[in-house]
């Protein structure tokens, strides 16, 4: 397993700026080979979809590739690959079409652990259905979201589970596979949130049972835009809403509009810059993945110890991401001090830890922390022990000031 930091570190052209980024969480760095992939997709024809012309066979080539490379990432089929603005936006967009499915009497639940764009949707949709919305809660000391937990709100009557699969505020990654299969055995779809979650761990779709799975390739190494992962089955179930000379064929007809082409080629260049983290690894693309997570998850664990030590030596700070299974996530706030202090304070020095609740509301006032949050610091592949001392140094200096 090779992980050649330096060499990784060397594609970014961002990193040249001198600022040590955590930020990761909200967003990632992007790869030359990114940037290369989208402003060669704007430099060749580009057209509408189709076989006619260079400039639409560039189109379908571009689009095929992209939702080929997604399967790949996320364990899905082509045809199960959904493209739109932003998680957000697919997520309202499915909300909707699932909620003409509903009745009155019928639940959904969703949990205070989730970014709100894993809550307000569902929650918007069941009150225009005359659903009820149920809360699954998470252990505030803990930051553990647990499968009992979701348990005691399902019924016969469950029609969704909305859940995350790890906490962009704190890192915390509930157990899916079991949440899901209860979620089964009680005749409710799963929806998970997954944006937080692709960015540090393989995603395997079939095992996480996942009916509805989205992500966002911006916070992996590439543009910004949304992606949701389903059975194509499942999505030949739904009935969006769309014009009228739109394609009724899956998975188009959720699409809305033309695609942002040089985006997917770029994405798919993301997708294989992912599967080259491990300089060794060999074989299929997924195969490639799989070894490349492998190697990401211990260079960022080893950073993550790195931050765990350093901030246990700080008087002063309190660390809210304590779950057992978490992504290198970290939120802090500081006694008698404000996080946007330390914010201000470190971004003068060339780190860039944000504050804030990060649209993770319910997660931020569940932990008595009200609608401000904390200090984030997150890794990213790309993040390297200089980094790490950076911040620690940084906030020493914070807390001594």
């Not at 915390?172 to 949130?193: F, K, M, N, Q, Y």
Request: aromatic share 6%.
């Amino acid at each position: 397993m090779t992980y050649d930091i330096a060499a990784l570190r060397s594609q970014f052209p961002a990193l040249s700026a001198g600022t040590a980024h955590f930020d990761g969480p909200g967003g990632t760095q992007t790869p030359q080979p990114v940037i290369r992939a989208i402003a060669d997709a704007l430099a060749q024809p580009l057209s509408n979809r189709g076989q006619g012309t260079p400039g639409e066979r560039n189109a379908e080539s571009i689009v095929t590739k992209a939702r080929q490379a997604l399967a790949d990432l996320l364990g899905a089929q082509p045809a199960g690959i959904v493209f739109g603005r932003s998680a957000t936006q697919l997520t309202y967009d499915f909300s909707r079409a699932l909620a003409k499915t509903w009745s009155p009497g019928d639940e959904v639940v969703v949990t205070r652990l989730d970014h709100d764009a894993n809550i307000r949707p569902w929650v918007q949709a069941a009150a225009q259905a005359g659903a009820t919305v149920r809360w699954a809660d998470f252990d505030p000391a803990t930051g553990e979201l647990t499968a009992a937990d979701v348990r005691a709100v399902l019924s016969p009557r469950t029609r969704l589970v909305a859940v995350t699969a790890a906490s962009n505020l704190i890192g915390t990654r509930p157990p899916i596979t079991e949440i899901s299969g209860l979620a089964r055995d009680a005749g409710a779809l799963t929806h998970v949130d997954g944006v937080h979650y692709t960015a540090h761990t393989l995603v395997d779709l079939e095992r996480l049972g996942a009916d509805f799975f989205v992500c966002s390739p911006y916070k992996f190494l590439g543009p910004h835009h949304g992606v949701l992962a389903a059975r194509p089955e499942l999505l030949e179930t739904l009935q969006p809403d769309k014009l009228l000379p739109s394609t009724d064929a899956v998975p188009e007809r959720f699409e809305l509009g033309t695609l942002p082409y040089e985006f997917l080629a770029g994405t798919a260049a993301a997708v294989d810059f992912l599967a080259g983290l491990d300089a060794d690894a060999t074989g299929t693309r997924r195969q490639r993945l799989a070894a490349a997570f492998t190697a990401l998850e211990a260079h960022e664990q080893a950073l993550r110890t790195r931050l765990d030590k350093g901030l246990s030596s700080l008087r002063g700070v309190q660390v809210h991401s304590r779950a057992v299974d978490r992504t290198p996530t970290l939120l802090l706030t500081f006694e008698g001090r404000s996080s946007v202090e330390a914010y201000q304070f470190l971004a003068e020095r060339g780190v860039h830890a944000p504050s804030g609740s990060f649209y993770a509301i319910e997660a931020s006032r569940r932990l008595g922390l009200g609608d401000t949050g904390g200090l984030r610091i997150g890794l990213a592949p790309y993040n390297n022990t200089e980094d790490v001392e950076r911040v620690l140094e940084g906030l020493s200096e914070f807390l001594a000031h």
